[in-house]
């Protein structure tokens, strides 16, 4: 009998950007634990709002289920270094999650893969779980360069201390962020398989595989295509993560 392995729990990551006010995003938070408390909820839910509402966020997780995390993080521990946040800070605010390495930083603030991998490798140090963002341009994707940027990406900004409960990859292109568009379920398998396959063979010293989810214009209307994808372990979600209808379409989608 052909028996399907059972996919575990997939991690559902509300990137916020730099969107919310106080007052609009403890109102969604309030509305999400009340449908949390109703409901069977079977993913995790990893919200990263702005830095400036962490600490509210702080004080009202606890008991949840609710994780936090950050979007960025600096290499180092503390310093002279200013308008940056570091992975201790992060820690100090509950977080258990950072985001390194999303394709707005890479291309709005020049942050390279080495830069991505020292943030990550830090945040390491602080017991952070890192979601290393990866994907190619549109350029890139036309010119069947994807495969080449994957790699080059993975192999540069996966720091040494990586496994899998401190890691997971976010294969975002960067044509399908906020632009409505998505890869097809074979383009998405095609590049996780290939993200597998990279880290299998040229990362050796990471012994198991690490969670890869998918992340670029995903809604709640196509939230549960994406999940059953069987290379898919989650999501990482930006717009639709702001409202409460679209953001818990896309929790019930991984329920
Ligand atoms: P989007 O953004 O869901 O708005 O496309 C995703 C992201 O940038 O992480």
């Known amino acids: 009998m052909n028996r399907k392995k059972k996919k575990p729990a997939p991690i559902i990551i509300a990137n916020w950007k730099m969107n919310g006010t106080l007052i609009d995003s403890m109102q969604l938070f309030k509305d999400l634990r009340k449908q949390i408390h109703e409901s069977l909820v079977g993913c995790e ?10 600490r509210d966020f702080a004080e009202k997780v606890p008991g949840t289920g609710v994780k936090l995390g950050g979007q960025n993080c600096h290499h180092a521990h ?3 270094f ?3 946040i570091s992975a201790m800070q992060l820690k100090d605010m509950m ?3 950072v985001i390194v390495g999303h394709s707005e930083r890479r291309i709005q603030s020049s942050e390279g893969s080495e830069l991505v991998q020292k943030k990550a490798a830090h945040a390491h140090t602080e017991k952070l779980t890192t979601i290393i963002c990866i994907g190619e341009t549109q350029y890139e994707h036309d010119n069947d360069l994807t495969k080449i940027i994957i790699r080059e990406q993975l192999l540069h900004s996966i720091p040494k201390s990586a496994n ?3 890691t997971i990859i976010a294969y975002e292109p960067v044509w399908a962020i906020g632009t409505g568009k998505t890869p097809t379920d074979e383009q998405i398998s095609s590049t996780h398989q290939y993200i597998k396959k ?7 010293h990471i012994e198991d595989s690490l969670r ?12 549960q295509e994406l999940l059953a994808n069987d290379h898919v372990d989650g999501l990482l979600v930006g717009k639709s993560s702001l409202n409460m209808i679209d953001f818990w379409g896309i929790i019930d989608a991984a329920s």
Not at 45 to 54: E, G, S
Not at 198 to 204: G, N, Q, R, V
């Open 212 to 223: 890869i989810v998918y992340g670029g214009s995903v809604n709640k209307d196509n939230a």
């Open 198 to 204: 990279i880290i299998a063979e040229e990362l050796p």
């Open 95 to 97: 977080c258990d999650y």
């Open 78 to 80: 503390h310093g002279a």
């Open 45 to 54: 839910i990893v919200i990263c709002p702005p830095f400036t509402l962490l």
């Open 164 to 166: 899998n409960s401190n």
């Open 82 to 84: 200013t308008g940056e």
